[in-house]
């Protein structure tokens, strides 16, 4: 992001304009009306233009990203059309693609489907396994299986929270680190376990989990 | 691809195609994987090359020793047959070069075979040892040594190599000490036996009566027979090797569907979800009702933490539940079948997914099956992660594609179930010995068991216990067996305080009652249930307390909301649970808890609600003094036990952390 340049009097030039994002251009207007009480004819002009300029491209991004979602979603339902009751199977492959489930992607399977969107969202918030938010970049989960909790799942979650310093069920500020806790994951003979993006680790220990914390975020470091 | 025939069974089963002479199984189902089974596969692949000995790699799925993770089962010529559990990729060269090229055994990865020999009926080449006592493993290094010692005095120390064990199967019983190939294995052996053993037995080829193991091994393995012996990914694998699909032949051409169930009807099969209804009499109800379309549905929604017997038969043996489903299919006249599988399983789904396209590529799906004129395909539902949908209209519900909540029975699912035709849904289990049973005959499966609950069980045995793993023992086996003798009995070697089978709709069984006999009966006599065979292993130091709050939380969080009694009952139950647990109960609190829970037991909807409340009734009722010192001892006992509780696992010894509550707990 550029740093707003000062605004040099009534007669900035146009190509001063030209690299500012909205919000700039919004706040450099307040600024020379501030210091002139009124807003010269020429800059007024120019930053409406700007801003239809950049108001037609989002407009185009949108169009594109409606088309896309309206493409995807036709073809999961093409693929479970003559099936009965394959609304949860659709809903599965939606996730499957994004990583959860986009309200835009749910209206537009409504309309595809001829499913009242509230069915729709009725289904996805009765089972665990859907979720409406995106998931963070990683992703940290404890299992919370009967075997993983007689042998200290309790104390790896709450140790989990002391180092991200979040609950279960949320992501870290910058979307990066996701954590969850989930029922059973079926390695119980490993217990406690826990699943760090994909890979199951067993037997863990309270003491490993900053070592885990701090590779999820070296991670994210090289990510950015 | 060619659909298959009567004949090309028949030729199957008369040639069986015989094992390669020299192979390596790797175990790959979820578990292993995620203890690096993959890396060891590839390690394994990567070393065979520099093997001069060609050998078969194989992928199959789990034995059942989870405790043991990654395993892999080793043939190679003149050398026994052994299971090696927790390999590194590190290992894999070692073990090539070792095992096959030298014909020595790895120390310390060894698991004792579970099939013991009376009788030497081949030279000794190999000696296991393992010290079984308290202090595990402490004299097995001198046993190693002692034996090393006189096999070198008699001159025979290149002739018979001597293993130190990772398992030996047998647990407190002294030093162990197992003689190979023939598996003749010796209990409680002293430093001056060692001479003896190897004159004896090794040099005359006699065994020594005083020290042999006799006790036959508690398992019998029906459920699990191919786990870890078939590749899951290969049809044909399983059609040449394991007679695959020779029951459905069976079925389909010489006996007519009443027959099918005539024969379920003499095994006296029992549902193995838990509830225990008998399988003939669903199929029968199912069969009975006049209808266009009947469909049958496996059950492998396995919600209950700490279970993992359905996964692992799925993932391990996906054809034999496959056909399990077809027979169940032709014995009600059904035509469509569903896989309803947790989406939580993906290797699971991935194999039946695998398994229905090869069957479908060589007609045993699809119309006029084995030229037959019988109809059948099958298809996967996913569940999505709600426990309530292992109830059976709430699972119907799924897959037809609304929420799952339950609906009131009767109509029962055999009269009115998915899209309103007649289903009848079977566990994975019951499926999977159903072609069993078809083969040799329901007498043979009832033969095992108990009167009133035949055949055998698959218990996942987890949590505090030496050797977590899948066990499969005749009904009518005692708790203590089942955690003793075959799973090693308490870790650390602490006190056991209680079993808790059934999940979160069954209780606790305390330490005097473990001598009950498993069956469908005593455990509901005990207030538990059998459930799906999830079977947990508690000591000491667990507060049944907080054990109580786990489940009912879970039966919490897991309600569908449908019913007030589930609804309100169970969270009005939890909060008063939590005030107990925080020293702040009533004395009055207990009366509420059972009133509470009779309201819920006779007024909920659906098995999820009725049972939620037995994990806290049974703990009340065989472990009330400790409710009773959380309320007697108040807020401050609440706190020590709360310390001493979050002082004890694994040695956890940073301070405790001031922790921000999370939303959800706020709010309740």
């Known amino acids: 992001m550029k740093t707003i340049p000062a605004p040099h009097g009534p007669d900035a030039s146009a190509a001063d304009l030209k690299n500012i994002d909205e919000v700039s251009l919004i706040e450099l207007l307040e600024k020379v009306e501030q210091k002139h009480g009124f807003i010269p004819r020429d800059i007024s002009d120019e930053v409406a233009r700007l801003m239809e300029v950049k108001l037609e491209r989002l407009r185009r991004i949108q169009g594109k990203l409606d088309s896309t979602i309206r493409r995807d979603v036709q073809q999961h339902v093409s693929h479970w059309r003559n099936e009965e009751g394959n609304l949860i199977m659709i809903l599965h492959a939606i996730q499957n693609q994004h990583g959860y489930i986009p309200r835009e992607v749910a209206m537009e399977l409504s309309r595809e489907l001829g499913v009242k969107l509230a069915r729709i969202y009725e289904v996805i918030t009765f089972y665990h396994y859907f979720k409406l938010v995106p998931p963070g970049a990683h992703s940290l989960t404890v299992c919370n299986g009967t075997a993983c909790y007689l042998k200290g799942s309790g104390d790896l979650i709450n140790e989990v929270r002391a180092q991200l310093g979040i609950a279960e069920g949320q992501t870290t500020a910058d979307r990066q680190i996701h954590f969850d806790t989930v029922r059973c994951i079926g390695c119980c003979g490993m217990a406690p376990a826990m699943v760090v993006d994909g890979k199951t680790c067993g037997h863990v220990k309270t003491s490993d989990i900053p070592g885990q914390v701090a590779v999820l975020k070296a991670k994210k470091e090289k990510v950015a | 691809m060619k659909p298959l025939t009567r004949q090309d069974l028949a030729q199957f089963a008369a040639a069986p195609a015989a094992d390669p002479a020299e192979w390596i199984r790797v175990q790959l189902d979820t578990g292993g994987i995620a203890a690096g089974a993959e890396t060891v596969y590839a390690a394994l692949e990567q070393a065979r090359a520099a093997q001069p000995r060609p050998f078969t790699l194989l992928r199959t799925g789990s034995v059942g020793y989870s405790f043991a993770d990654p395993?892999?089962?080793?043939?190679?010529?003149?050398?026994?047959?052994?299971?090696?559990?927790?390999?590194?990729?590190?290992?894999?060269?070692?073990?090539?070069?070792?095992?096959?090229?030298?014909?020595?055994?790895?120390?310390?990865?060894?698991?004792?075979?579970?099939?013991?020999?009376?009788?030497?009926?081949?030279?000794?080449?190999?000696?296991?040892?393992?010290?079984?006592?308290?202090?595990?493993?402490?004299?097995?290094?001198?046993?190693?040594?002692?034996?090393?010692?006189?096999?070198?005095?008699?001159?025979?120390?290149?002739?018979?190599?001597?293993?130190?064990?990772?398992?030996?199967?047998?647990?407190?019983?002294?030093?162990?000490?197992?003689?190979?190939?023939?598996?003749?294995?010796?209990?409680?052996?002293?430093?001056?036996?060692?001479?003896?053993?190897?004159?004896?037995?090794?040099?005359?080829?006699?065994?020594?009566?005083?020290?042999?193991?006799?006790?036959?091994?508690?398992?019998?393995?029906?459920?699990?027979?191919?786990?870890?012996?078939?590749?899951?990914?290969?049809?044909?694998?399983?059609?040449?090797?394991?007679?695959?699909?020779?029951?459905?032949?069976?079925?389909?051409?010489?006996?007519?569907?009443?027959?099918?169930?005539?024969?379920?009807?003499?095994?006296?099969?029992?549902?193995?979800?838990?509830?225990?209804?008998?399988?003939?009499?669903?199929?029968?109800?199912?069969?009975?009702?006049?209808?266009?379309?009947?469909?049958?549905?496996?059950?492998?929604?396995?919600?209950?933490?700490?279970?993992?017997?359905d996964r692992s038969v799925l993932e391990s043996d996906p054809h034999t539940v496959l056909e399990g489903m077809m027979i169940a299919a032709y014995a009600m006249g059904a035509s469509q079948g569903y896989f309803y599988i947790r989406a939580e399983y993906p290797k699971a789904v991935e194999r039946i997914q695998r398994a229905l396209d090869q069957a479908r590529e060589r007609g045993l799906l699809g119309k006029n099956i084995l030229g037959s004129g019988f109809n059948f395909d099958a298809k996967i539902r996913l569940g999505a992660g709600a426990f309530v949908c292992g109830e059976e209209t709430a699972l119907i519900a799924s897959i037809e594609g609304r929420r799952g909540s339950p609906s009131p029975r009767p109509p029962y699912p055999s009269v009115r179930g998915l899209w309103g035709m007649p289903t009848a849904i079977n566990n994975v289990e019951t499926l999977a010995i159903v072609p069993a049973i078809l083969l040799q005959g329901g007498a043979w499966f009832a033969s095992h068991g108990t009167d009133t609950s035949k055949g055998t069980k698959v218990f996942a045995v987890t949590g505090k216990v030496r050797n977590a793993q899948l066990v499969e023992v005749p009904m009518g086996t005692t708790l203590r067996e089942i955690v003793f003798d075959v799973c090693g009995g308490v870790l650390d070697g602490k006190d056991i305080k209680a079993v808790q089978t059934g999940g979160p709709s069954g209780g606790v069984i305390p330490n005097p009652l473990l001598d009950t006999p498993v069956s469908y009966e005593t455990l509901q006599q005990l207030g538990s249930i059998m459930g799906s065979g999830g079977m947990l292993v508690m000591d000491q130091s667990d507060s049944m307390v907080e054990v109580a709050k786990f489940y009912l939380r879970f039966c919490v969080d897991e309600s569908c909301g449908k019913c007030a009694p589930c609804r309100i009952g169970g969270y009005q139950l939890l909060q008063v649970l939590d005030r107990i647990s925080r020293g702040r109960g009533a004395a009055s609190d207990i009366a509420l808890i059972h009133r509470v829970c009779h309201a819920m037991q006779k007024a909920s909807l659906c098995g999820l609600g009725q049972t939620a409340p037995n994990p806290v009734l049974s703990t009340l009722r065989y472990f009330g003094e400790e409710y009773q010192a959380f309320i007697e001892g108040g807020p401050s006992y609440a706190r020590k036990a709360g310390k001493a509780a979050a002082a004890k696992p694994t040695g956890a010894t940073t301070p405790p952390i001031p922790v921000p509550v999370p939303a959800k707990e706020a709010s309740s």
């Open chain 2, 71 to 309: 395993v892999v089962e080793v043939q190679a010529a003149g050398m026994p047959r052994v299971h090696y559990g927790c390999l590194t990729p590190e290992l894999a060269p070692r073990l090539l070069s070792e095992h096959f090229g030298a014909h020595r055994l790895l120390d310390d990865h060894v698991i004792a075979t579970r099939r013991r020999g009376l009788k030497l009926d081949a030279p000794v080449t190999h000696l296991l040892v393992g010290d079984t006592g308290a202090a595990a493993s402490s004299k097995t290094e001198f046993f190693q040594f002692s034996f090393q010692e006189e096999l070198k005095r008699r001159g025979l120390a290149d002739r018979v190599q001597v293993v130190r064990a990772f398992d030996m199967g047998i647990y407190d019983e002294g030093a162990v000490v197992q003689l190979l190939p023939s598996g003749v294995t010796y209990t409680n052996v002293l430093a001056p036996d060692v001479a003896r053993i190897v004159t004896d037995s090794i040099l005359g080829g006699r065994v020594l009566d005083d020290l042999l193991w006799k006790t036959p091994d508690k398992q019998v393995r029906i459920v699990l027979r191919h786990c870890g012996q078939v590749d899951p990914d290969s049809a044909d694998d399983y059609l040449r090797r394991v007679s695959g699909y020779q029951a459905l032949a069976k079925a389909l051409f010489t006996l007519t569907p009443e027959q099918v169930i005539a024969e379920l009807k003499v095994s006296a099969l029992r549902g193995r979800g838990g509830a225990g209804f008998p399988t003939w009499m669903k199929w029968q109800l199912t069969r009975a009702q006049p209808a266009r379309q009947r469909y049958v549905i496996c059950n492998g929604d396995e919600g209950d933490p700490g279970a993992f017997m």
